[in-house]
């Protein structure tokens, strides 16, 4: 695993993770809430997308491609464990 590749997935997820809270409040966890979920999202997302499309192992791959994989995976990890958190923060407190 490349430490390049791993910060670029991470603010790439902090990113969307910030983009989804300011397209929909109801998602918003605060200002640490977020980074934090983004951060997790983004890791987990851009590794997984990278296992899933195999650009890390082919030699034949171009640092376009490494990069638009990295931020791509980054980005929908982030996003995708920010509106669980914050749909699981919304019943939580729907049932308080």
Known sequence: ?????????IVSGIAASYLVAGVAKHFHLGVLGNTLVGALGGAIGGQ??????????????????IFLTDVFGGA????FVALVAGTVKRLMSKHS
């Open 76 to 79: 929908t990890g982030g996003a």
């Open 48 to 65: 997984f997308f990278l296992h899933l499309t195999g650009v890390e192992w082919d030699f034949h791959s171009s640092d376009a491609q």
């Open 1 to 9: 695993m490349n430490i390049h590749c791993l910060i670029l997935q």
